[in-house]
């Protein structure tokens, strides 16, 4: 996707929400929940907001993306006017379902400023997590001229009662991957075309054995420009179905084919969270 490739997003039925109070003080007081309503992070800004050094890394990190958007609308938080701030996810933290991504954008819907834009001068990435927290529809994304398009796509697989998600016991750091990905990449260009066209034939598969050859395809390209075997190489060789890495490579959740046998053989591998496709996938109707 950073290269300009053209990717599916499905919609997941969890996310994140951002509540916003009005207090008396002049001050922003901050507070992360968890999927079980228990406190995780929080902090505190005065008003008017300033570039804070050393407060911590999550807390600093806060800072600045909330300085990045006043500098977008130079209107937001700019009268003193405090406010309570409280954040609910419904996944736990580690599954890697976009907590960052997800914040950005209720960020920059609080404070009236293109998401995109919030993103690129803070945390940086492609923009596709943005893009699929703005959709709950499946959406073909990509990079146009550095700009991001999106698409809506008629993804409804036929076969998804074959599909699952698997957790892999781990999160996955995605910007330590992409600067990675940045240092090795050379010669992308077929790769990249490649990609787009496995993206599209995805998007029309009509039988769980063209999408397993689809997928598998994905991952050896993958894994040869990432210079990593494949997750099916490294811990799963014995499976009878396809595994498909999702997001950065080696962390968060992999997207697997299967049949009732599929949960036994990942449980006795230690891995205990698999959803089902239309568990983790939010129900949606493609407009005509």
Known sequence: MLDAAVALGVPTKYGQNLVVNPIAESKIEWNSLDDNGKSWFKTSFDLPLSNREGIGDVSQNLNQILLQAQKQNPDFLN?????????????????????????????????????????????????????CAQNDTPILYQLKDDKPSVQLADFQPIFRDQLYFIYLNKKQRSHKEVSRYQTIKKGIENAVKTVSEITDLVVKSSNLDDFELLIREHEKLLASILQMPTIQELQFKDYFGQTKSLGAWGGDFILVTGNEDTPKYFHKKGFETLLLYDEMVLDYTISQ
């Open 79 to 131: 009268n003193n006017d405090g406010f309570s701030i409280q954040t609910n996810l419904d996944f736990p933290r580690d599954w890697g379902l976009g907590s960052s991504s997800t914040l950005i954008n209720n960020i920059a819907q609080w404070a009236k400023v293109d998401a995109f834009e919030l993103l690129q001068k803070t945390m940086g990435g492609s923009g596709y997590d943005i893009a």
